[in-house]
């Protein structure tokens, strides 16, 4: 019961992986070559802002140690990632480069992701049953402070705002490989 | 000798030099150094070790671990009392480990450094009392919580959303009824009283790290006075089939109702929303305490629900905010299917999404996969497959046989979502199928084939047969070949003549020539040891002897 849905996990990364690509179309279209959309119109955005790229130090240590986690350490990176992601999101709803209904169902469904996993991280917190965990989770908050960061230092301009849904769509990936691990 | 002693007075005049000084160094150092931080304000507390008050100072130095480079604390130089604040410290990262060092300072003389153990600011760092902000309606307080720290904080630049609050409230003339609730940072206190003047404190918490803050400071307030008109109730939702009914109570008739819905996820995030609450449609002035509106209006999601009355006295507050889960579970529309019989042994099935569903809303991104259940018409033995293709196969399947296929969709890697009905069920039956066709071919080609082999093979059995039961006198060829004379043959293979002997009674002269005769057969006889007889008239090996024996008794006879 307690971990069942984190399966969810993968829903949301469907949803928000081609929510995330379709947004890229010039209409909001339903059509199945989202790729091919994502490579038209991700790359106009993209390539400008090429020079702005940073090196967030996204804690490589974390992907690669991820199927050592236990349960519940895996549990709370999730949540902190999802947590973070929200937090991002939710400080320039306009200019993040995406329209906003698909920001706001994409807030939606990160809030619903942390509401369900909220009384399984509550036990975890009790028991005090985390090894990992919690190095884990300053590493990440090192790596989301750089991203935050970045961003207040370049304005939340449209530039900043494209590198960083670049790092989003990675943390997304990485979400889905822990649920992956959970899984089996 | 000189030397040595002249070493030895100036080692000991530099030690009285060192010595002093060491002690008095010992003396300035500061003890029992401790940093305290509350949200961005860092605090450096000490003790100072010398119990004179003369003139001493202290200052610090601060670097990030693993670095060399240390740096003066600023806000914590030439201190002569026992703590300083450095929050003036432009740190760029509170999540990484800064090494500390103070030391005491006297005129000209500075003590050893006092290294504090490295630490992560933002592991020490306390929450601080958030700002609370209160307004009052008759029966509940409306709270809005500012979270800890100014808003460019840099301590909980992350987790601005990620607190959550706790709400002592008691009522201010009595300290003993209390009241504890976790709340949102926009949020309201319901089931109060009204004109009763509360009192309460907030603090916040962050359940991730399991840090919990100190109390903001106590807050009161006086409710208003009992609103003219109500607001409505026991708020409730349900779902029933392709609709949401909401319902709640209200004492009064002749009033009409508003409802408006928020995603929940706002309620997270600190700062009003008061102008992203929507109408929910076909909640507009209802006068019925209850309305029905389509669940395509919400999306997956949890959602806040909130309804007020109106009559003719006025508005209402708003009721009580309900919370309530759209797990709309896509509806996916049972897919249809078609079957057809191939040339080989196999059908082929062909799913596809039904022509319904390309006019109602259907997810699109949500992936689907069908699961198909094959079976044989006669039998109940079902085979469940899933797939992900629109068009697949069934191979090596019995010709001429019927059969039935049904699928549904799901939603892949949705487990949850039990997915479509099943389609209707559609049968076809395999083609008589090349194969054995060719089987019957072959197995006719294989029948004629083996006929004459077949009765080649019984005549020879039968042959066999024969010459074990019924043998033929013939005698072997390779004997043939030895024995190729007529008469010899006839004599040892023959059956057919007898070999009879003549007899005559010899009674006058006339009989010489047919003694001759006899002579010849016997001298005949003399060469050959078998011989036939006239016994019995039956052929048998036995009687060669008794044919030699009658051989001899001529032989006799001849002599007499």
């Given at each position: 019961m307690t971990y069942r849905c984190l399966l969810q996990m993968a829903l949301l990364l469907c949803f928000s992986t081609t929510a995330l690509s379709s947004s890229y179309s010039l209409r909001s279209s339903q059509s199945r070559d989202r790729t091919q959309v994502y490579r038209i119109g991700g790359r106009l955005s993209i390539v400008s802002c090429l020079r702005d790229r940073t090196d967030f130090r996204f804690p490589q240590t974390l992907m690669k140690r991820a199927q050592q986690f236990r349960k519940e350490d895996a549990v709370l990176v999730m949540y902190e990632v999802l947590q973070q992601i929200f937090g991002i999101l939710t400080r320039d709803f306009s200019s993040t480069g995406w329209s906003e209904t698909i920001v706001e169902d994409l807030l939606v469904e990160l809030y619903g992701q942390m509401n369900r996993l909220e009384p399984i991280q509550k036990e975890i917190m009790q028991k005090k049953n985390f090894t990992m965990g919690d190095t884990a989770v300053l590493h990440l908050k090192k790596y989301y402070f750089s991203l935050v960061q970045y961003l207040k230092s370049k304005e939340y301009n449209r530039c900043a705002w494209t590198v960083v849904r670049v790092q989003i769509l990675m943390n997304f990936s990485f979400l889905k490989s822990l649920t992956g691990y959970l899984r089996d | 000798m000189l030397a040595l002693l002249?070493?030895?007075?100036?080692?000991?005049?530099?030690?009285?030099?060192?010595?002093?000084?060491?002690?008095?160094?010992?003396?300035?150092?500061?003890?029992?150094?401790?940093?305290?931080?509350?949200?961005?304000?860092?605090?450096?507390?000490?003790?100072?070790?010398?119990?004179?008050?003369?003139?001493?100072?202290?200052?610090?130095?601060y670097q990030i671990l693993g670095t060399d480079n240390w740096k003066k604390l600023p806000g914590c130089q030439h201190i002569s009392s026992n703590k300083c604040n450095f929050s003036s410290v432009e740190l760029k990262n509170v999540f990484e480990k800064i090494e500390l060092r103070i030391r005491a300072e006297e005129g000209n003389n500075t003590s050893t450094w006092y290294e504090v153990e490295p630490f992560v600011p933002f592991l020490e760092a306390q929450i601080g009392p958030p700002d609370v902000h209160l307004e009052a309606e008759d029966k509940a307080v409306i709270l809005s919580i500012s979270p800890p720290g100014t808003k460019d904080s840099i301590m909980w630049a992350l987790d601005r959303s990620s607190f959550t609050y706790h709400v002592v409230i008691w009522?201010?003339?009595?300290?003993?009824?209390?009241?504890?609730?976790?709340?949102?940072?926009?949020?309201k206190i319901y089931k109060l009283s009204p004109e009763i003047t509360y009192c309460l404190k907030v603090k916040a918490e962050l359940r991730l790290q399991s840090r919990v803050g100190c109390y903001s400071p106590v807050y009161c307030i006086n409710t208003t006075e009992r609103h003219k008109v109500p607001s409505p109730e026991n708020i409730q939702i349900s779902a029933d089939n392709q609709v949401y009914v909401l319902k709640w109570d209200y004492p009064y008739e002749h009033t009409t109702f508003q409802a408006q819905w928020l995603s929940a996820f706002l309620k997270k995030i600190p700062g009003k929303h008061s102008d992203k609450w929507k109408q929910i449609p076909s909640c507009e002035n209802v006068t019925t305490t209850r309305c029905v509106f389509p669940r395509a209006v919400f999306s997956s999601g949890i959602y806040c629900v909130r309804v007020r009355a109106s009559n003719g006295n006025g508005t209402s507050f708003w009721s009580e905010e309900k919370k309530f889960n759209a797990e709309m579970k896509t509806v996916i529309l049972p897919p249809v299917i078609s079957m057809r019989s191939t040339t080989d042994d196999s059908l082929c099935v062909s799913v596809g999404a039904s022509e319904e569903s390309e006019n109602t809303p259907v997810n699109p991104l949500y992936p689907l996969i069908y699961e198909v259940i094959f079976w044989e018409n006669t039998s109940n033995a079902e085979r469940k497959v899933l797939e992900k293709r629109t068009d697949f196969t069934f191979p090596n399947l019995k010709p001429l046989t019927v059969y039935c296929v049904k699928a549904r969709a799901l939603?892949?890697?949705?487990?949850?979502?039990?997915?479509?009905?099943?389609?209707?069920?559609?049968?076809?039956?395999?083609?008589?199928?090349?194969?054995?066709?060719?089987?019957?071919?072959?197995?006719?080609?294989?029948?004629?084939?083996?006929?004459?082999?077949?009765?080649?093979?019984?005549?020879?059995?039968?042959?066999?047969?024969?010459?074990?039961?019924?043998?033929?006198?013939?005698p072997p060829s390779s004997v043939d070949e030895y024995f190729s004379d007529q008469p010899l043959r006839n004599l040892l293979l023959s059956t057919s003549e007898e070999q009879t002997e003549r007899c005559f009674i010899i009674e006058n002269a006339s009989i010489i020539t047919e003694i001759e005769e006899t002579n010849e057969i016997d001298e005949v006889h003399k060469e050959y040891s078998s011989q036939t007889s006239q016994d019995s008239g039956n052929y048998s090996n036995e009687d060669e002897n008794s044919g030699v024996k009658i051989s001899e008794e001529f032989l006799q006879q001849d002599s007499v």
């Open positions: - | 002249g070493a030895t007075t100036l080692m000991l005049v530099a030690g009285r030099c060192v010595l002093p000084a060491a002690s008095g160094e010992a003396n300035l150092k500061p003890k029992n150094v401790e940093i305290h931080i509350i949200d961005d304000n860092f605090f450096l507390k000490w003790n100072s070790s010398s119990e004179s008050v003369r003139n001493v100072t202290f200052s610090a130095d009522k201010n003339s009595s300290s003993l009824e209390e009241r504890t609730e976790t709340v949102y940072p926009e949020d939603i892949e890697d949705d487990r949850r979502n039990k997915g479509s009905n099943f389609s209707e069920t559609v049968c076809e039956k395999t083609k008589p199928g090349n194969t054995s066709k060719t089987w019957l071919i072959a197995g006719i080609c294989t029948i004629l084939f083996s006929i004459p082999v077949v009765i080649y093979v019984v005549r020879v059995f039968l042959r066999c047969v024969k010459y074990v039961f019924f043998p033929s006198s013939k």
